[in-house]
């Protein structure tokens, strides 16, 4: 298959989600590139699609629409959309071109290649000057990792830094959700022996992990093999060392290199910290065996988190058991990482962010407790795995209330959060109607397991084993997987319990005012939140706070700020429509809301929410906000989506 351009991805995922006929233009200002670009893009995917049973078709007057005429062959293009967690966003000023070089450069010294800058522009087809132009960018997209490029007439064009830096900036960029770099990069015969050594020796000690954990000490382990043979090893104090060394993670790394080295004639002994460090940090599906004081010490934060959560929303995670057993198990693991500061990357991030907002915030509010707790900041990233622990309890609790039992196997590589997610949603969403029987993982899949379920609902595709039950579903469940559910399934809609008109505030609607940063906007917003009386000089502040935490931002043009503690006593949002796109954080956003919701109505968040992504983004909102609606039109198209 031709490989698809991120553009021509980003209108195909579009497409893909949206119900109706979508304009040109709409797309456009969403991709941020003119109508005729965007019909430019629609032929070549044409070209693609057809051979796939599909086809983007145009109406006069109405726009693009995507037709699927065989489900079974289309779902090699949108399986592979879903396998990289393919979520529409704007780069700031990441080009296509700036990630080829970074690549490019990655590549070379990871095989221990001289690169040099001719070499580099031919391979890229672009004049040495263009690839000059570029490297202050690249620079300072390397920034986040303290790494630069380096050149010289002897090396050529090098990246240099710190080892385990370089290490987690190869992973990103070369790794991340691609296996077809791996196959590229390292023989296959290589990488599934170093599966079935890992897999063999992890069900020996009982050491359970993620399938996604597998695969990311897959991809470690052969990052380990390429460093090693260039001499480039990691270096550990005495103390770390000792720390490791002491955990039971040791002996299994012991045992996975002198296999390695056995089958594959591979001498990575000097990768033995390093490996265990992965192993100590990963995500793992049963408890970790962790000595009374460590268990108490993380009891003992997660209590504090929980009084927090109480204080700041109105809501009473305490009791819930399951709740506090999955997060000491996903803490252990954080606070080593945290510890050996070590990245995680979060594929399912804007994912968590979309389909589990209140979860997010409670997550933001149990980060910020752990930071004055442990004195351990913590990213993005890791705060949306705390959430997906975060949105189960808030199934249990039934936040989400909704004849034939249905019983239903759930396949996760993701991890025990994300499978106890996925539970409790769908218990939420179905009520009755189902019966989970199992959640297991794609390595203890078998035809027994599929034989005794109606439904098979998997996060990952399963190859080996064939049978019309099996549905392939996004990790973080989200609208368009529900309502395939609910074609097996009776379900039922998501209810608002809000006046519209009364939360969105017509005086607080404005259009077409002009700023440069996002904190000109806020502070644009709130004072005039503030001076009608919506928001105090509290709440304000705490907006703020809440941005410098994580960012707000959804992609499609869309912010969506909010006060972390919000002690008024109704519901208002504001609208800012901006003149021009600003870059928010990473992204551009034209179309902010800004949403009051005092703390004992949080759980109102959750509804406001979905019912602003499904306007903004399932029905291209934003860009029907930035050409068109005026307020009465958002307030009629809001009041049409909550009453389906």
Request: charged share 25%; with cysteine; proline share 1%.
């Amino acid at each position: 298959m031709k490989t698809l351009t991120e553009r021509e991805r980003s209108i195909l995922f579009l497409l893909r989600r949206g119900k109706t006929y979508q304009t040109g233009k709409s797309i456009a200002i969403l991709m941020g590139v003119s109508p005729r670009t965007i019909r430019n893009d629609v032929k070549a995917l044409n070209r693609v699609l057809r051979n796939y049973g599909a086809e983007i078709v145009s109406k006069r007057g109405m726009g693009y629409k995507l037709e699927i005429r065989n489900n079974t062959k289309f779902s090699e293009i949108d399986n592979h959309i879903i396998d990289n967690n393919h979520c529409f966003t704007f780069p700031a000023e990441k080009s296509e071109l700036l990630l080829l070089i970074i690549k490019k450069i990655l590549i070379n010294m990871l095989v221990n290649k001289k690169l040099y800058l001719q070499e580099l522009a031919d391979e890229l087809f672009i004049s040495l000057t263009t690839l000059k132009n570029n490297l202050p960018a690249v620079n300072n997209e390397l920034k986040k990792f303290d790494l630069k490029v380096k050149i010289d007439r002897f090396n050529g064009i090098r990246i240099e830094g710190d080892e385990d830096k370089f290490r987690y900036c190869v992973s990103e960029y070369i790794f991340r959700g691609d296996n077809y770099a791996s196959h590229q990069l390292f023989s296959i015969d290589e990488m599934m022996q170093i599966k079935d050594i890992i897999t063999k020796i992890l069900l020996n000690h009982n050491f359970i992990l993620t399938d996604m954990a597998i695969n990311n000490l897959i991809i470690h382990i052969q990052i380990s093999i390429q460093r090693s043979l260039a001499n480039m090893h990691l270096s550990y104090s005495n103390q770390a060392k000792k720390e490791l060394k002491n955990t039971p993670e040791f002996t299994i790394a012991a045992e996975i290199i002198n296999e390695i080295k056995n089958r594959l004639g591979k001498n990575i002994d000097s990768e033995i910290y390093y490996l265990t460090q992965h192993l100590v940090s990963s995500g793992k599906l049963i408890y970790h065996q962790m000595n009374s004081f460590e268990l108490n010490k993380i009891h003992n934060i997660i209590m504090k988190v929980m009084e927090q959560i109480k204080i700041e929303t109105s809501i009473d995670f305490t009791k819930d058991l399951e709740l506090r057993n999955h997060l000491t198990v996903h803490l252990s693991a954080a606070l080593n990482r945290l510890k050996y500061k070590m990245n995680i990357r979060n594929d399912l991030l804007n994912q968590i962010k979309y389909n589990y907002p209140l979860a997010f915030e409670i997550a933001v509010i149990a980060s910020k407790k752990i930071k004055e707790i442990t004195n351990f900041s913590i990213n993005e990233d890791e705060i949306g795995y705390i959430a997906i622990h975060f949105g189960a309890a808030l199934e249990r609790k039934g936040i989400n209330e909704k004849n034939n039992i249905k019983k239903i196997l759930i396949v996760c590589g993701s991890g025990l959060a994300t499978a106890s997610l996925l539970r409790e949603k769908l218990k939420g969403f179905f009520g009755n109607q189902i019966n989970i029987i199992e959640t297991t993982s794609l390595l203890k899949l078998n035809v027994e397991m599929i034989n005794q379920a109606d439904l098979i609902l998997t996060t990952v595709p399963i190859n080996n084993l064939k049978s019309k039950k099996i549905m392939l579903i996004n990790p973080i469940l989200n609208h368009k997987d529900l309502v395939e559910i609910k074609n097996i399934l009776n379900g039922d809609k998501l209810n608002i319990y809000f006046d519209l008109k009364k939360i969105f505030i017509k005086e607080l609607f404005i259009k077409g005012v002009e700023f440069k940063t996002k904190y000109e906007v806020l502070d644009y917003i709130t004072n005039l939140m503030e001076k009608h009386g919506y928001i105090d000089y509290q709440t304000k502040q705490s907006i703020f706070e809440r941005e410098k935490m994580a960012s707000t931002e959804l992609g499609d043009l869309v912010a969506i700020p909010h006060a972390l503690e919000n002690n008024m006593n109704k519901v208002a949002i504001a609208v800012c429509i901006l003149k021009s796109s600003i870059i928010w954080d990473k992204e551009k956003v034209q179309v902010v809301f800004v949403l009051s919701i005092p703390k004992n109505q949080a759980e109102s968040y959750e509804y406001v929410f979905r019912l602003l992504y499904k306007f903004l983004i399932d029905e291209f909102g934003a860009s029907k906000l930035i050409y068109e609606f005026t307020y009465e039109d958002m307030i009629h198209n809001l009041e049409n989506m909550s009453s389906r």
